[in-house]
């Protein structure tokens, strides 16, 4: 006996082609598929979940729910500021669906990949559309780009740095390394100035010179550099970093 439900296309594809070739008058090895998968919906095991955490008080969220192929363990995935003793609550769902259960805590990231949901951009959410893992974003990358440091503009839904400001690092690094930084001292077609700002992917620059008031924009295979920026530290950046 074959039960089929909630079950992904690919899966009720596969069983159905299975139960076609059983049928067929080619010599084929017997195939006895007796499977019964869980009758109850995801949702009503994350609203059961929910339910049982608030009666039993406990700090953490559900976010989530999953089956295992044969049905006989149910997955659940849990956000929480700490760690939780959960024994109580997965006794009372094991009672209650008559199946193992297992609590999975996950980050807040990884919550908003589950759950899905738009961004500023006006797309859906990077990491539920393609990114399969989450690599290292800091405070550091929006400077070099010239983004606003203000960690309310640059986050996401999540609360963490937006995953983006990663997409395009490597060229900002590329060009870094063959561009004057601000403040350096450099030699120019019209003498030697400060850089005072910079355009990376203009790949211009703008220089001040002592006995002029305007500062000049060069290219900046125009300019070469005759002596270190001084880069002053901020200590403000570190407590962003992710």
């Given at each position: 006996m074959?039960?089929i439900?909630?079950?992904?296309p690919?899966?009720?594809?596969?069983?159905?082609?299975?139960?076609?070739?059983?049928h067929?008058?080619?010599?084929?090895?017997?195939i006895?598929?007796?499977?019964?998968?869980c009758?109850?919906?995801?949702?009503q095991?994350?609203e059961?979940?929910?339910?049982?955490?608030?009666?039993?008080?406990?700090?953490?969220?559900?976010t989530?729910a999953?089956?295992?192929?044969d049905?006989s363990k149910?997955?659940?995935?849990?956000?929480?500021?700490?760690?939780?003793?959960?024994?109580?609550?997965?006794?009372?769902?094991?009672a209650?669906?008559?199946?193992?259960?297992e609590?999975?805590?996950?980050?807040?990231?990884?919550?908003?990949?589950?759950l899905g949901?738009?961004g500023?951009?006006?797309?859906?959410?990077?990491?539920s559309?393609f990114?399969?893992d989450?690599?290292?974003?800091?405070?550091?990358m929006?400077?070099?780009?010239?983004?606003?440091?203000?960690?309310?503009k640059?986050?996401g839904?999540?609360?963490?740095?937006?995953?983006?400001?990663?997409y395009?690092?490597?060229?900002?690094?590329?060009?870094?390394?063959i561009?004057?930084?601000?403040?350096?001292?450099?030699?120019?077609?019209?003498?030697?100035g400060?850089?005072?700002?910079v355009s990376l992917?203009?790949?211009?620059?703008?220089?001040?010179?002592?006995?002029?008031?305007?500062?000049?924009i060069?290219d900046?295979?125009?300019?070469?550099?005759?002596?270190?920026?001084?880069?002053?530290?901020?200590?403000?950046?570190?407590?962003?970093?992710?």
């Amino acid at each position: 006996m074959v039960i089929i439900q909630h079950l992904t296309p690919f899966v009720k594809y596969l069983f159905q082609k299975i139960l076609y070739f059983s049928h067929t008058p080619f010599p084929l090895p017997k195939i006895q598929v007796d499977i019964v998968v869980c009758k109850v919906p995801v949702s009503q095991v994350v609203e059961t979940a929910k339910n049982e955490v608030e009666k039993l008080g406990l700090t953490m969220k559900i976010t989530g729910a999953e089956f295992e192929f044969d049905g006989s363990k149910i997955i659940i995935y849990f956000t929480a500021p700490e760690r939780v003793d959960f024994r109580e609550l997965v006794k009372d769902l094991a009672a209650e669906f008559r199946a193992r259960i297992e609590l999975r805590q996950i980050g807040v990231r990884d919550e908003a990949k589950m759950l899905g949901g738009i961004g500023i951009c006006g797309q859906p959410f990077c990491c539920s559309r393609f990114l399969n893992d989450f690599h290292p974003v800091s405070i550091k990358m929006a400077k070099e780009q010239g983004l606003s440091l203000n960690p309310v503009k640059i986050s996401g839904t999540c609360g963490r740095l937006m995953c983006c400001l990663n997409y395009e690092q490597n060229v900002y690094d590329e060009l870094l390394k063959i561009t004057p930084r601000v403040g350096a001292k450099v030699k120019t077609p019209q003498g030697n100035g400060t850089v005072i700002s910079v355009s990376l992917l203009e790949q211009k620059v703008k220089v001040h010179f002592e006995d002029n008031d305007a500062p000049i924009i060069f290219d900046c295979c125009d300019v070469r550099t005759i002596g270190r920026a001084n880069i002053p530290q901020n200590d403000e950046i570190d407590k962003f970093e992710e």
